[in-house]
């Protein structure tokens, strides 16, 4: 039997309209708090969970959070979450890596039948009750790049290369392929490639690396007959650039589920746009999405409680899990927060 | 070598709007009609190609068809062209089955996404730039139900099951599942089983014994969180009792391709209903698809000439070609036209 932790105080910043049903946790005290309230329910707080993820007030409320020793965040993308003084710190960092791979990997599929299938114009001519056929993509034999191969990138990929898409990647550094890609490329290999491709895939997470890496020449390289799918975070593409092209039909449309800000203004001409499809960040949030997110918090709560490693763990530097694979988490993946500093 | 009949004399039914390029076909006669001109060039036709399925004048015609040994339609379905006349000759019928399979199950699978991620209520919100957050359907561990297990059906029990969609059939009688399907149901047990399944997939051709299949007891069995997605012939389901049931919130929603009289009829209220989706018949006409559909009939021409058996032989009394599977043809779906006989 491994060591039990004494009573550790857990605080949950949620926000009350979104608050889940959480179990009776025997010796663990359970703390709530709005996130503007953040400062006073921090003091000897030992665990933090952050459930929405778009801010949590703790950068202010830092000097509080002399006990804190791990923080586990609600959603896959860390981006908003994560300050230089939780860099700084040895506070260990854990996510929800997983639960929305799948439900993120059926969504880009539907987008990216949705251009193929031209259903937009489906629908609109449903609306003015005319019958008009028009002949339209076949996927088979289509190529889409990935841009970020980690957990969700790879569950992309894999699902698309179902459909006899050929499926490459971008990610950190240029590799030979695997199982899921044909290969993958270094960033800086992206302006020669990119014009390859039928879809270009979104799915990274928002790091220094990828911020603005879909750049407007990137964009200026893509094929005409492409697709761009963002379900990573706004700010990876250019969104200026992004909305020209779709304009101009330099490219053929896009797909969003994420902006540079969100909500995305009512005055962006993307709501606008024949072309462009328009989601509020909601490609993973599959019906009971909220009872698996908080069943991965718990199993971490009772590793955390037995001393033993915790699952996915991020590197605050890198800002997501380091060696992101579709496999269940190994040992390179767990790490057991060290007590009594922060 | 195969022997080589005297030079054939083929009439081509197209209307003048559609007709594809056809090759220079040395040995061969080529002629065209209009669909409304099929008796004056009838005489002495050895082989009819039929392009557009939609009708063919051949009914009235027929007295003139004492040449005709072979008839190839252009589409999978062929309920539009046997007529009574052709199922009591021995003329040999052929079709298009294969070509458009896989593009089928692709829109079928984009219908199913659309529903389980809700996009068409996303593109009405992005018409009011609205930002509303929803969680939408997983589709893994979803079940469907496909009607008619034949080549097409196949295929799209196929791509659902890339999905971890669980995927059962209804076809001509009860028997053990397969690679596809978990099991396949006669048709009599439709209304005690239908209300098991989330998506009933109907890709069966029109015959006397799938005519009105989906009834509107089938109907009233469904799930309520079921959609019904129709790419077979619109009298298979009683589309009057669909409309009734999609209205009253009876079932999820309907995402139709074909319809009991095509085009839609504009007053039909099955185009303004925020739960169905209206498509003209368009499911399987992916990009260049009239040449590879040219080469089916190209590919039998040959084998006609050279009296090899033919590919894609129908049973006129059945409707379709039998032992139907996604495999190459095999010598179960192939025959010779008898020389001199109609």
Same mark, same amino acid.
């Given at each position: 039997?491994?060591? &039990? *932790? @004494?009573?550790?105080?857990v605080? *949950?910043?949620?926000t009350?309209g979104s ?8 010796g663990?005290?359970?703390?709530f708090?709005e996130p503007?309230?953040t400062?006073e329910?921090?003091?000897g707080?030992d !665990?933090?969970l952050?459930?929405?993820?778009n801010? +949590?007030?703790l950068?202010a409320a830092?000097?509080?959070?002399g006990?804190l020793?791990? $923080? ?8 908003r979450?994560i300050?230089?003084? %939780?860099?700084d710190s040895?506070?260990v960092?854990t ?5 929305l ?10 987008l990216i039948?949705a251009f ?6 489906t629908l609109?001519?449903?609306?003015a009750?005319?019958w008009?056929?028009r ?6 034999? +289509?190529r889409a790049?990935?841009i970020?191969?980690g957990a969700i990138?790879?569950? $992309? ?5 179902r459909l006899?898409?050929a499926?490459?990647a ?5 590799r030979?392929?695997?199982?899921v ?5 270094a960033p800086a290999a992206?302006p020669?490639v990119v014009?390859?491709y039928?879809?270009?895939?979104v *799915?990274?997470?928002l790091?220094e !690396?990828t911020?603005?890496?879909i750049s407007a020449e990137v964009?200026a390289a893509?094929?005409? !007959?492409a697709c761009? %799918?963002n379900v990573?975070?706004?700010p990876?593409?250019d969104e200026?650039?992004?909305?020209s092209?779709?304009?101009?039909r330099a ?8 902006f540079?800000?969100?909500?995305l203004?009512a005055a962006? *001409?993307?709501? +606008?746009? !024949?072309? &462009? ?8 949030d599959?019906?009971g999405w909220?009872d ?8 971490n709560?009772?590793?955390y409680r037995?001393r033993?490693?915790l699952?996915n763990?991020v590197? @605050?530097s890198?800002g997501?899990?380091?060696h992101?694979t579709?496999? @269940?988490?190994?040992? +390179?993946d767990?790490?057991q927060p060290?007590p009594?500093?922060s």
């Amino acid at each position: 039997m491994s060591e &039990v *932790a @004494p009573e550790p105080v857990v605080l *949950a910043i949620m926000t009350a309209g979104s608050r889940p049903e959480i179990p009776p946790l025997d010796g663990v005290e359970l703390r709530f708090a709005e996130p503007d309230q953040t400062a006073e329910a921090l003091d000897g707080a030992d !665990a933090l969970l952050v459930w929405n993820f778009n801010g +949590t007030g703790l950068d202010a409320a830092w000097p509080r959070a002399g006990n804190l020793r791990w $923080i586990h965040i609600n959603s896959a993308g860390v981006d908003r979450i994560i300050t230089p003084q %939780i860099v700084d710190s040895k506070v260990v960092v854990t996510n929800a890596r997983g639960v929305l791979n799948e439900s993120i990997a059926e969504y880009v599929l539907a987008l990216i039948l949705a251009f193929a299938k031209d259903l937009p114009k489906t629908l609109t001519l449903q609306q003015a009750h005319t019958w008009q056929h028009r002949p339209t993509q076949r996927l088979r034999g +289509t190529r889409a790049l990935v841009i970020g191969p980690g957990a969700i990138g790879r569950a $992309i990929g894999a699902l698309l290369g179902r459909l006899s898409i050929a499926v490459d990647a971008v990610g950190r550094t240029d590799r030979a392929g695997d199982d899921v890609f044909g290969r993958v490329f270094a960033p800086a290999a992206l302006p020669q490639v990119v014009g390859d491709y039928d879809f270009v895939v979104v *799915a990274a997470p928002l790091t220094e !690396a990828t911020r603005g890496m879909i750049s407007a020449e990137v964009i200026a390289a893509m094929s005409p !007959a492409a697709c761009l %799918i963002n379900v990573g975070r706004g700010p990876i593409v250019d969104e200026a650039a992004l909305s020209s092209a779709v304009q101009s039909r330099a490219i053929r449309g896009a797909g969003l589920d994420v902006f540079e800000n969100e909500p995305l203004e009512a005055a962006s *001409a993307l709501w +606008t746009d !024949a072309n &462009v499809i328009v989601s509020p960040h909601m490609a993973g949030d599959f019906f009971g999405w909220e009872d698996e997110l908080l069943n991965v918090f718990l199993d971490n709560l009772d590793r955390y409680r037995h001393r033993k490693p915790l699952r996915n763990v991020v590197d @605050p530097s890198l800002g997501f899990v380091p060696h992101d694979t579709d496999e @269940p988490p190994t040992h +390179t993946d767990a790490a057991q927060p060290t007590p009594g500093v922060s």
